[in-house]
């Protein structure tokens, strides 16, 4: 019998994916570990590689597919003592398209849609959640399809109870151990209350509005089904958007946000011998570093002063990270994704500049790689390029602030009790009151201040 | 003199150093382990093997001499110490070559001779004070073991006072003998002297012997070498020992208390110290810290590119554990994904002396130390079957549960064979399962793994067979 490769699953929420491309021809011999393709999702592109050894018999799925339902087959492979005449006729299910129609009420989510997009969401990028939080290993995200294609998850023993005792949703959780399991360890740092089961869900289609009795351990917003937002809103005409796996996670993680108790701190930093210095450069280097390089840098060696700040909650301990790694909120076409600057304090402002302008290039065609979005110690989310003023961005859990930056405007300001013009930008920390107290945010604050405003400092 | 090149130098060959080349090997570096005596140090030389290799014919004695509980009468039943020792040498040199093979199966290079940091990336290998060999390596293993603390007083000579080495080739065995430290070592000595007919003192400063098992397990362990016809000394200090030409007279303070007592031999094993010494550590970031050496979770030291695994960086001093090092290790260098720091708590510790004790985990006295509320489950030997049938009802295992997750936080075994069981508790605690599969798994019928089943069911107020 010829193997089945099927579609896999590289995010636990993962429904389908597009093929975006064939490594392999048929009757390529295929070894395990062999990339036989790029499977394309909202998030990311990843290689998908094989586990299983013979000829790449037939392609089932062609180059290019979109929408391929996660388990669907897409090739089969012919053992070593097997010719192309075990392949039989065209295989029914190869010609059969997505089975979208049929598929359960439970796919709605999924099923796809014509349905226009509506107007740009800015608010969007007002939140940098790291995406995925729960794709599984790092290497091994790929790996085995045909065992984590059919829903499987794998968690020891110990960490189903304690998720279950706790409240915790498995499925929103990475895993740490071999091949990308979760172990119990994985449950300590993970938020109790993470959105329900879809099964859960449906379990209580007909649940009160109100989150009163009977309503799960859920913190937070109640969870309403789309019937129950009708009836809210009185029937509104409307059109109707799948949520996409990306959509999803943002709503989960910043869902999960809300447990954070947060509080705000804002400065107004004056920029004009940053944009300076910033002119310079360009010039002479003819490099093209943005304002925004600037403020990842400032942020990173303010974190590097204040290193109390570039930590996170968890149950058992506060975790003060050791390196300072800084997501970045890039804004796509239909969502958001936070690629991360390593070490950031340790780079030059030419570095920065460079693989910032890659980062967001290949997060705007979902070449990110999992490790460069997965992960970040502190979040920046600049709106300033759409005029916004000032405003107040979501943290992004497991990390402890975001730093919102509004646009550097001209503003009347009151220098040696004269009013004078400075270029002033406005920034709003967003800080975790578990981990940050009020001094510290504050003293954070101050240290940004300082060194966007005497950018000499981060020549330093 | 031969000058190479290599990915990685391991220094020292032993359970920790080979294992860590041959995976190194596995990964497609080029590896070499300088070794300054026979490969596979002290483990397959003078440690772990040799002495497995004696204390089963101690065990053979022991049964010998109730051979008519089994229906047997013999007479006559002699051994001979000579042949106990060759049996014990030739076993150790046969390993040794077996980590020849593997070195040349695997392609690593073995250099012989001491080796020392020469700089950054450079080793220099003498032999008797000659440079042999200078190696260049992008990263460096220092795999070099401990040896035997000595004690002021207690100094070790080769003749009347022991240490493993002396102990492990006898000319003759004792009629009376003293062990000093009541771990382990000390413990195996004790059972293998004891077993051939030797009058055995046991003397150790802490208040119960095998300290790092669980109070229970030191307990009945205590009880058994005394009804063996052990003595036994806790809480007790050796204050003086007078050599004489053949024998030593102990004088032993406890409790208040002196006593004395004559020994033909003693057997010093008051634990290990790191070998730290001539491996060009001076002037480098590599940490020492009362004789090992400090590394972090995955081996590396202060020195870039320099790391050090298995007992000369700390107890637990096992074999597996220096194994297990030496791959994660590894492992580490090579960049893979999904290596995990060692976790203490999940490597087991055997000790065979009669009656055998194993653990893996923590004691109950450990677990609420740390804060757990415990469910603590016993099933004694003489409830199972297979134990009362194989003539061995003595033993007892006991489980240690954290109340509120169910997990296993540690098993603890005494009895024959126990050495063989305590993977399975093992293997339950690297795969965090619960009681729950614990419970729900079938043991064999009959075996002596029964009592582990019963043990976590006891835990859980259903234990079956008491």
């Known amino acids: 019998m010829p193997i089945e490769v099927r579609m896999p699953a590289l995010s636990p929420t993962m429904t389908e994916g597009n093929l975006a491309k064939w490594h392999k021809k048929e009757g390529d011999a295929v070894k395990a570990g062999d990339v036989l393709a790029e499977i394309e999702t909202d998030k990311a592109t990843m290689e998908m590689e094989a586990v299983d050894e013979g000829t790449l018999g037939r392609i089932l799925v062609p180059e290019g597919a979109q929408g391929v339902k996660v388990n669907e ?171 996409s796996p990306m959509r999803r996670v943002i709503a989960q993680r910043l869902t999960q946000s809300e447990s954070a108790p947060h509080f705000y701190l804002s400065a107004d ?110 979040s920046i989310s600049n709106l300033g390029m759409f005029g916004t003023k000032d405003f107040t961005a979501v943290i992004n859990p497991p990390q402890s602030a975001i730093l919102a930056v509004g646009a550097g405007e001209k503003r009347p300001v009151v220098k040696e009790g004269a009013l004078a013009v400075a270029t002033v930008m406005s920034c709003t920390l967003t800080c975790d009151h578990r981990v940050i107290d009020g001094a510290t945010g504050a003293r954070l604050m101050q240290a940004f201040k300082k060194i966007i405003e005497a950018p000499a400092l981060l020549a330093l | 003199m031969a000058e190479a090149n290599y990915d990685l130098v391991v220094v020292g060959s032993g359970p920790g150093g080979y294992v860590a080349a041959i995976r190194a090997a596995q990964l497609g570096m080029k590896s070499a382990v300088v070794e300054r005596e026979a490969l596979g140090g002290i483990c397959l030389n003078w440690g772990c093997i040799p002495t497995k290799a004696l204390l089963r014919t101690s065990e053979i004695n022991h049964l010998l001499q109730n051979l008519d509980a089994f229906g047997f009468s013999a007479k006559d039943v002699r051994y001979d110490a000579k042949k106990i020792v060759e049996r014990s040498r030739k076993v150790a040199k046969q390993l040794s070559d077996g980590v020849k093979y593997l070195m040349r199966k695997n392609k690593i290079d073995v250099v012989d001779g001491e080796a020392k940091l020469a700089g950054p990336g450079k080793i220099a290998v003498a032999k008797g004070g000659k440079p042999v060999a200078d190696l260049r390596a992008k990263h460096i293993i220092l795999a070099t073991g401990a040896r035997a603390r000595s004690l002021p007083g207690l100094e070790p000579d080769g003749k009347l006072v022991w240490t493993y080495r002396e102990a492990m080739i006898p000319p003759a065995i004792p009629k009376s003998l003293l062990v000093v430290g009541s771990g382990a070592i000390g413990i195996e000595f004790a059972s293998f002297y004891h077993d051939l007919g030797a009058d055995v003192t046991v003397v150790e400063v802490l208040d119960r012997v095998l300290p790092v098992e669980d109070e229970e397990i030191s307990a009945f362990a205590r009880k058994s070498f005394e009804k063996q016809g052990m003595k036994i000394h806790t809480g007790t200090t050796v204050k003086e020992l007078k050599r004489a030409a053949d024998g030593v007279t102990a004088t032993l303070e406890g409790g208040g208390k002196t006593t004395s007592v004559k020994a033909e031999r003693v057997v010093l094993a008051v634990g290990i110290v790191g070998n730290v010494e001539n491996l060009g550590l001076e002037g480098t970031k590599v940490k020492v810290e009362r004789t090992h050496i400090v590394v972090d979770q995955w081996c590396a030291t202060g020195e870039p590119g320099v790391y050090a695994i298995g007992d000369v960086v700390g107890p637990p001093w096992l074999a597996h554990k220096a194994s297990h090092e030496g791959v994660l290790c590894v492992e580490r260098i090579a960049g893979l994904n999904n290596v995990h720091p060692l976790d203490v708590t999940n490597v087991p510790g055997c000790t065979y002396c009669r009656p055998q004790v194993a653990s893996v985990g923590l004691t109950e006295k450990a677990a609420k130390d740390k804060g757990f509320e415990v469910k603590v489950g016993h099933f004694p030997y003489i409830g199972n079957g297979k134990a009362i049938a194989l003539g061995e009802p003595e033993g007892m295992v006991k489980t240690v549960f954290d109340a509120k997750t169910g997990a296993l936080l540690g098993a603890h075994m005494i009895g024959a064979e126990v050495t063989e069981l305590i993977q399975g508790f093992a293997i339950a605690r690297t795969l965090e399962t619960t009681e729950a599969e614990l419970i729900e798994t079938i043991f064999p019928h009959p075996t002596l793994s029964e009592t582990m089943h019963e043990a976590v069911l006891d835990a859980y107020g259903r234990v079956i067979h008491f």
């Not at chain 1, 937070?220 to 789309?226: D, N, V, W, Y």
Request: net charge positive; charged share 20%; aromatic share 2%.
């Open chain 1, 73 to 243: 087959p897409i090739a089969l492979i012919l053992g070593e003592d097997e010719d192309k005449s075990a392949l039989g006729a065209k295989p029914a299910a190869a010609a059969k398209p997505a089975p979208a129609a049929k598929a359960a009420p439970a796919a709605a989510a999924s099923a796809p849609s014509p349905s226009p997009q509506p107007s740009p969401q800015r608010g969007e990028g007002v939140s940098a959640p790291t995406l995925p939080p729960s794709a599984r290993g790092q290497g091994e995200a790929a790996a085995p399809p045909s065992h984590a294609g059919n829903g499987r998850l794998f968690a020891s023993p110990l960490a189903r109870r304690i998720a279950r005792d706790r409240g915790v949703d498995l499925a929103a959780v990475r895993g740490s151990g071999p091949h990308g399991r979760i172990v119990a360890a994985d449950i300590a740092g993970a938020r109790p209350g993470a959105a329900p089961r879809p099964a859960e869900q449906q379990a209580r289609p007909q649940a009160p509005l109100a989150p009163a009795a009977g309503a799960p351990r859920t913190a937070g917003a109640a969870l309403l089904t789309k019937d129950q937002v009708l009836a809210l809103a009185g029937n509104l005409a409307h059109t109707e958007l799948p949520i």
């Open chain 1, 269 to 378: 930093c004056e920029i004009d011998r940053l944009l300076a210095m910033r002119a310079q450069a360009n010039a002479a280097a003819d490099a093209k570093i943005s304002l925004n390089d600037f403020v990842i840098k400032a942020a990173a060696l303010a974190l590097k002063e204040i290193p109390e700040a570039n930590a996170s909650w968890s149950e058992d301990a506060i975790l003060q990270w050791t390196e300072i790694d800084i997501s970045v909120a890039v804004a796509l076409e239909h969502g958001l994704i936070t690629p991360i600057v390593k070490g950031a304090d340790k780079k030059g402002l030419a570095q920065i500049s460079a693989e910032m302008r890659d980062l967001a290039a290949r997060a705007r065609t979902g070449k990110l790689k999992l490790e460069e979005f997965q992960g970040g110690t502190f």
